[in-house]
């Protein structure tokens, strides 16, 4: 077999150290991929497939990219769930002995990328390790890009179900699990199907206490509680095996990841991966796309850090009394100054994403543009903290403290760094003139070459008295001094002869050797200067890490209570009282998506009123289409609003903080796990069940209807019962049903009361007013809206006939009064006349007279007096 060539040997000797990486092989301008990786490439990139003599029979398989246009590729690649293993040259050409010394330098991964333009500005980046045991599970949420790190942790009891709601908060886009926690199939199946992002088991053998907890306390700051990894072994797992991963991908120190943050349950509201999904938080259930989700609404932010918080706070609202006051009061002062929040907003509008651009800094990939850009978001600080000199709320005093106008740095770039330089750090270009002396003079060498040369030759001139003395050039032996044979006489002893010609000599001195080398190799030097000093620019700045980070929250805060106080003033929300009482009571709340959806149309709002004694359970009635479902969301979603710190769509709120939001909302099938719409539903009902508690807010909407009648009948009868007793859950509850025998349970439950959606009917036609008012409704109008959304008129005149016949045959609904007659010859017999006068009564309660025209309130009135005619 035929030996291969050294640069295919050396190709093969790094490959080998990363088989499930594509390897990105540097030669001279191009990445070059060969074999298995050029195939895949070419495929995913749509390169050409070429080939490559390597010293054996068949050419290698490669493709390649520009070196300079390599991001995009890497980008393509790594988006598509694929690693790539970055080999660089890693020693000059010019001056290497033999083939090239080559390594890799950095392994990019769907979790580790640092790049602006492999990255959505608006969301984290999230890189995921699951460590979980028979006692219990560590969760470690670091995103590389910013330095973020976030620590969980679960007793056993519920380990499986709370790995499966932080992933779905965090949504990584890489995980890393132990092997036992790859065996848990409900985990890896939601890693794969709901997450759709790819794992790596980690190897037993990497799980070493010592090393591991070695690895940690390098991280960390000295005042982090190391006592949570000494007590809990799952987060140092989790924690330990996360730095040692990404340490080996990133090739460095992970300096930016320094502060961690130990989740705390008790701190956030929780809500389950369903209510999330169902309330729309972040992205439509149907497109998920983010134009009709909560935050399309909420978030008007300016800068890349603002929208990252946002997402974060709507994500994990509050259930800290303190904390929430804190945000609502700089809402209120900056929503009161539309001044000063139009000059704020308008100054983060021209600041970018300094978080990751420190990063980058930091792990020296950021180029000379990105100083400028640091430099001109740093230029804004001052107009910020300005504006805020004279603010009075604690948590915008704290903002105004904690913003540091890096002066220091701004002064560093801006002295250092040309205006415009160019993308590259290897070309030169970067440094501004005056701020190098050496710098300097090598570049007044290459643009002044020839003025140089010339001022030597007459300073030569002079010293010695030739008049013709000459400089000039050859390629044997460079710039030499040309004397006639005539003035031979004049040279001085230091000068070193090189040449006999006929009528002259030619001569060397060192002065002229040190131009030579000044002049011949300036450009190369400058290049090589260049980078040096910008090494150092960069490493100065990466030095000042912690203030930057500091001033970058500082920003994020402001941005996220600007964009809250510009939602606020522009779509009309009030401030609602937050108390720690068990009351919801909201007059005249909007749906904050629905109102915006609508374009311009009215809003129907609706009052509500929840507490944990005589208004624990609303049971909502009434057709489809009609808005319960709207309704219900409108509450959780104004509850979840005013937990957040955020202003709320109504005319006024008290909300009562609830530790919880469960929803069971809507059917469909979860075919990944095997689950049918009924399973799903009951998984989801008992979950709610076992969790809820007294303090907890639960939407439920239509439980039951994926079985049959009688036992979904019962079924949601037992769960309302179960929410509704005091000695089980007694959470506030709003719960939809077409089941509409459960409305009896108003007057055999204490808490529970009957609301429905209220509806205008014209003879066969119907109306949906969207108010929810007192009272069961008085049908399901089942056929009504069967004709309003298009069934064909044949099918609908024959489910009148239908249903016409099913209830003249109904039984007898046993919960009604039965009046019993005794006739002469005592013979028993059933009269309903109690009955149909109740009929009338209830009629009477569910009319809305405000909504009633005069000719409408007659033909009511004249129904009502025909019905009480055939009592």
């Known amino acids: 077999m035929a030996k ?47 080939g490559r003599d390597c010293g054996q029979e068949e050419r290698a398989p490669m493709c390649g990219v520009p070196f300079h246009s390599a991001d995009s590729y890497i980008a393509k690649l790594v988006g598509r769930g694929y690693k790539v293993a970055i080999c ?143 007590n809990n072994s799952s987060l140092l797992y989790a924690f330990g095996v996360a730095l040692q991963y990404l340490r080996g991908v990133q090739k460095n120190e992970l300096e930016n990841i320094n502060d961690v943050d130990f989740y705390n349950e008790s701190s956030f509201l929780t809500l389950d991966l369903t209510a999330r999904r169902n309330l729309e938080l972040t992205e439509t259930q149907l497109r998920r796309e983010k134009k009709g989700s909560l935050l399309w609404v909420l978030d008007h932010t300016k800068t890349a850090m603002g929208k990252r918080l946002i997402r974060n706070w709507v994500e994990q609202p509050l259930v800290n009394y303190s904390s929430i006051i804190l945000r609502q009061n700089a809402v209120e002062e900056l929503s009161s100054d539309t001044i000063l929040l139009d000059s704020l907003m308008d100054c983060m509008g021209d600041m970018f994403d300094i978080e990751r651009i420190m990063t980058r800094i930091v792990y020296g990939s950021a180029n000379a543009k990105e100083l400028r850009t640091l430099g001109r978001t740093i230029e804004q600080l001052s107009s910020i903290k300005a504006n805020l000199s004279s603010v009075k709320s604690k948590m915008l005093t704290g903002i105004y403290d904690d913003i540091d106008l890096l002066e220091d740095v701004y002064e560093l770039i801006n002295t250092s760094i040309c205006d415009d330089p160019p ?109 040096e000093i910008f090494s150092g620019i960069r490493s100065q700045i990466a030095a000042q890490l912690e203030r930057v980070r500091i001033t970058a929250r500082a920003v994020a ?48 709002p609706n009052d509500t009123h929840l507490d944990c004694r005589g208004n624990r359970t609303a049971i909502i009635t009434g057709p489809n ?10 509450v959780a979603v104004i509850t979840l609003m005013a937990q957040i710190g955020s202003f709320v769509p109504a005319s006024s709120a008290k909300i009562g903080i609830v530790d919880r939001i469960f929803t069971r909302v809507g059917a469909s099938d979860d075919l990944s796990a095997g689950q049918s719409t009924f399973m799903l539903e009951m998984t989801e009902v008992a979950d709610i069940l076992k969790n809820a508690t007294s303090k907890s807010l639960i939407v439920f909407d239509e439980i039951g209807r994926g079985t049959s009648t009688y036992d979904g009948m019962s079924i949601a009868r037992a769960v309302l019962e179960y929410t509704a007793d005091k000695k089980k859950i007694g959470a506030k509850t709003l719960f939809a049903t077409h089941y509409h025998e459960l409305t009896e349970l108003e007057d055999t439950i204490e808490g529970v009361n009957n609301f429905n959606t209220s509806v205008k009917k014209r003879g066969d036609d119907i109306t949906f007013l969207r108010r929810i008012v007192k009272g069961p409704a008085d049908g399901s109008y089942g056929v009504e809206v069967a004709k309003l959304a298009g069934v064909p008129k044949a099918v609908v005149e024959n489910a009148k006939k239908i249903l016409a016949t099913l209830e003249s045959q109904a039984p007898v609904n046993m919960t009604q009064k039965v009046v019993v007659d005794q006739t002469e010859d005592d013979d028993i017999q059933l009269s309903f006349t109690s009955s149909a006068s109740d009929s009338i009564i209830e009629k009477l309660k569910i009319i809305d007279v405000n909504t009633l025209t005069p000719i409408e309130a007659m033909t009511v009135l004249f129904e009502l007096q025909k019905d009480a005619k055939n009592l």
């Not at 401030?575 to 709340?589: C, F, H, M, Y």
């Not at 289409?625 to 409108?634: D, E, I, L, N, P």
Request: net charge negative.
């Open 4 to 50: 291969l060539s050294p640069m295919m040997e050396q190709y093969f000797q790094i490959k080998q150290n990363y088989p499930d990486s594509l390897l990105f092989f540097r030669l001279g301008d191009f990445y070059e991929m060969f074999f298995d990786d050029a195939k895949v490439a070419s495929k995913e990139l749509e390169l050409v497939l070429t």
């Open 88 to 230: 660089e040259q890693v020693e000059d050409p010019a001056t290497a002995k033999g083939i090239v010394k080559r390594d890799v330098v950095r392994i990019v991964t769907p979790g580790t990328v640092i790049e602006s333009n492999m990255l959505d500005e608006s969301k984290n980046n999230y890189f995921a390790s699951v460590f979980l045991s028979d006692k219990n599970c560590g969760l470690a949420f670091i995103d590389v890009s910013t330095g973020e790190v976030h620590l969980d942790r679960a007793d056993s009891a519920n380990a499986e179900a709370h790995i499966l709601n932080r992933l779905g908060c965090y949504n990584p886009s890489e995980v890393i699990i132990n092997k036992y926690g790859a065996s848990v199939k409900s985990v890896i199946s939601f890693i794969k199907n709901r997450l759709g992002v790819d794992y790596q088991i980690v190897s037993e053998n990497d799980y070493d206490v010592d090393n591991l907890k070695s690895l940690i306390y390098s991280h960390i700051s000295d005042d982090t509680d190391k006592s949570e990894f000494e």
């Open 423 to 531: 993308l590259t750090v290897r070309d030169g270009g970067m440094i501004r003139d005056g701020y190098n002396e050496e710098l300097d003079t090598l570049r007044d060498i290459v643009n002044n070459g020839k003025g140089y040369l010339s001022a030597v030759e007459q300073q030569e001139q002079e010293k010695t008295g030739i008049k013709k003395l000459k400089i000039g050039y050859n390629r044997v032996f460079g710039y030499y001094i040309e004397v006639t044979n005539s003035f031979k006489d004049l040279v001085p002893e230091h000068y070193i002869r090189k040449q006999t010609l006929a009528n002259a000599e030619r001569y060397i001195t060192q002065e002229l050797k040190e131009l030579e080398s000044k002049v011949l190799g300036a450009q190369e030097r400058i290049v090589r200067l260049e980078f």
């Open 557 to 604: 805060n402001l941005d996220a209570l600007c964009s809250l106080s510009y939602t606020a003033v522009n779509n009309n929300y009030t401030r609602p009282v937050v108390d720690t009482s068990d009351e919801i009571i909201i007059e005249n709340g909007r749906h904050p998506v629905v109102e915006l959806m609508l374009d311009g149309a009215p809003f129907v």
């Open 625 to 634: 289409m009609a808005g319960k479902s709207t309704y219900m969301r409108q």
